[in-house]
């Protein structure tokens, strides 16, 4: 199974300042056949299910805001909040959809500082 | 609306088994790729089951052998059949939707407890 790494644990960062979170996977995600990565990001608050933020590493979901973006390939890949809010303290997933058995990394927490 | 509601969660004994559902409104279950998806107390998430519109299942290891995902095409419903238990399958069992392996709608969960 691919395993997926993120980095930091947890980071606090202050309100309008950049959060960047790293998600590296054991092997790549990337398809040749359609040159995408199969990497997605999920933000979860606590008490509630997770919610996607970003599909195909950098596409970001319908009514997710544009502070939230996703960039990287193959092996390597970033979550960058760009202005961080006091609505963005989570705890922050990525997962790859490249198998058939999916996996997550472990969590970011996120706080502010 | 997407609407997907799991029941079923409930205090089992280790070595015990268990049904959980997902119901399922505004989407078709059978076109679907359709997942389980749980989450120990105060620990991150864990991919446990995917089955695809086609039929197809697939399982993480540490599930294998003991739990089987199916579903009621007539009920709209996906089931994660669970035997063998263990205290470590104690969490929240979330069911969860993607139109290609990532998920965009998921259900509030269900808690299972495995404990003596």
């Known amino acids: 199974d691919i395993v997926m790494t993120q980095s930091p644990d947890s980071l606090a960062v202050s309100l309008g300042e950049r959060a960047t979170i790293n998600c590296k996977s054991s092997?790549?995600?990337?398809?040749?056949?359609?040159?995408?990565?199969?990497l997605a990001w999920y933000q979860q608050k606590p008490g509630q299910p997770p919610n996607l933020l970003i599909y195909?590493?950098?596409t970001r979901e319908s009514g997710v805001p544009d502070r939230f973006s996703g960039s990287g390939s193959g092996t390597d890949f970033t979550l960058t909040i760009s202005s961080l809010q006091a609505e963005d303290v989570a705890v922050y997933y990525c997962?790859?959809?490249?198998?058939?058995?999916?996996?997550f990394g472990q969590g970011t927490k996120v706080e502010i500082k | 609306e997407v609407q997907l509601v799991e029941s079923g969660g409930d205090l089992v004994q280790p070595g015990g088994s268990l049904r959980i559902s997902c119901a399922a409104s505004?989407?078709?279950?059978?076109?679907?790729?359709m997942s389980w998806v749980r989450q120990a107390p105060g620990k991150g998430l864990e991919w446990v089951s995917v089955?695809?519109?086609?039929?197809?299942?697939y399982y993480a290891d540490s599930v294998k052998g003991r739990f089987t995902i199916s579903r009621d095409n007539s009920k709209n419903t996906l089931y994660l059949q669970m035997n063998s238990l263990r205290t470590e399958d104690t969490a929240v069992y979330y069911c969860?939707?993607?139109?290609?392996?990532?998920?965009?709608?998921w259900g509030q969960g269900t808690l299972v407890t495995v404990s003596s």
């Open positions: 969860a939707r993607g139109p290609g392996g990532y998920y965009n709608y």
């Open positions: 089955v695809y519109s086609g039929g197809n299942t």
């Open positions: 092997q790549s995600v990337l398809s040749s056949s359609n040159n995408k990565n199969y």
């Open positions: 195909w590493a950098s």
């Open positions: 997962q790859q959809y490249y198998t058939s058995v999916r996996t």
């Open positions: 505004g989407l078709t279950v059978s076109s679907s790729y």
